[in-house]
Structures are given as C-alpha cells and as structure tokens.
C-alpha cells in the first residue's frame, strides 16, 4: 500500500495549461525575445492564479465581512503588482539556461492530483505531515469551540502554509537563476514584502470574522490540501 503524500494545490485553468505548453515549445524554435515574453506572460499568470486561489476564492466564498474583503483586496492587489515589477525584471536578464531550468521546473509545480473534468492538471506543492496534522487540528477544535479559540493557532498555520508556497513558488526557482548583486537584492526585498503583506492579511482578517463566516472558511482550507494517492 503506498503511503499518502499531502498537497497544497488548485486546479490550474485551461489558459496557464496552454501558456506553459506553448512557452515550452517556444523554447525549441523560437527567439530570445519570443521566450522571455511568452515565460513573463506565464509567470504572471501563474501569479494571478496563485493569489486568487488562496485568497480572492476564499473571501468570496464565505462572504467575508467588509473590512476583511478591503484588507485582502487591497493585499493581493499590492502583492501582485510587486510581483509583476519584479518579474519584469527578473526575466529579461535570464539566461537561455535560466529559461530552460524555469520551463522544467513550473512543469514539475503542475501534477495529476486527481482526474477532474474541469481542470487540465494542479498546480501543487507538498507539505509536511505535520502541517498537515496542526492545520486539521485547528479546523477540528474551531469547528467545535469557535473562531476564538482558534484564532492563533489557525493563522500560525496558515502563515506556515504561505512561506510553503512562497518557497516553492518564488525562492525556489529565482535561487536557480545566475542573477547579479543587484537582480538579488531586488528579488530578496521584494519576498520579504510579499511575505510581510501576506501574513499581515492573515493576521488581522481571520480574527474579524464571525463563527460563520470562520466555518466557510475552514471548508475551503480543507478543499486546497489533496492526498495523493487520493
């Protein structure tokens, strides 16, 4: 019997599929400056889709308060916007070998967690058993109790979830790439920035929402971990 491996993953759509099978063959035939547009396009889309999972999905699923939707609002737009300035100028100074290394391994980020009619593959990363287990401890115990008794312990983990997907997503591959002094401290200011804005979302929406609003909430935390095997 194999053992079960736990995933953070979304169902990745049908444009980043196409986007990153069409970057991959650019990399066979096409030149310079049609593979750095094409891998731009695609990390920014595998941005946007990113953030819009694990943040804008949530708060229009539980009809989140106001204040908590101005506050994600206003992070994920800020969020993205230094990720897009960041990546602009990360990716016109890739190498050939940067872009091939970039190419295999977003390829390697999307996995077949599970046969669905509706999404071409995931977009996955794996996580700890232990994460795995305080996360489920913490939906258990709020489900229970409410969201004040939780509170803490849940957004500790959340936060643990998001440096996962920040590593994954961006420490990763940008500590791949051959940048110069200057490239890597553009790189390394803008991660702590998406870090600090990440978890200040955490922090302050998580405790301004109602019991029932925390339910949904712990319904769609659920939804985004797979065990794979299923």
Request: charged letters at 25%; a neutral charge; one cysteine or more.
């Amino acid at each position: 019997m194999s053992e079960t491996t736990w995933y953070l993953g979304f169902g990745a759509s049908e444009t980043l599929f196409s986007m990153n099978q069409s970057y991959r063959d650019s990399l066979q035939a096409g030149s310079d400056k049609e593979q750095a547009d094409k891998l731009l396009a695609l990390l920014n889309q595998f941005t946007d889709e990113c953030l819009d999972q694990y943040f804008i999905s949530p708060i229009e699923r539980v009809k989140l308060n106001n204040m908590g939707q101005k506050i994600v609002s206003g992070g994920v737009a800020a969020i993205k916007k230094t990720i897009h300035m960041t990546l602009k100028q990360v990716v016109k100074k890739m190498s050939k070998a940067d872009r091939q290394h970039m190419a295999d391994y977003i390829n390697g980020l999307l996995k077949p967690l599970r046969e669905s009619s509706r999404y071409p593959t995931y977009v996955a990363v794996e996580i700890s058993p232990q994460l795995r287990s305080r996360l489920n401890q913490a939906v258990i115990q709020g489900k229970e109790q409410g969201v004040d008794a939780v509170a803490r312990d849940y957004s500790d983990a959340l936060c643990e979830l998001v440096e996962v997907a920040l590593h994954s997503y961006m420490d990763k591959p940008l500590g791949m790439m051959k940048m110069g002094m200057v490239m890597n401290k553009i790189t390394s200011v803008a991660s702590d920035a998406i870090r600090s804005a990440a978890q200040t979302v955490i922090r302050k929406v998580i405790p301004s929402m109602s019991d029932k609003e925390m339910q949904g909430f712990f319904e769609f935390s659920e939804s985004i971990l797979y065990p794979h095997p299923a």
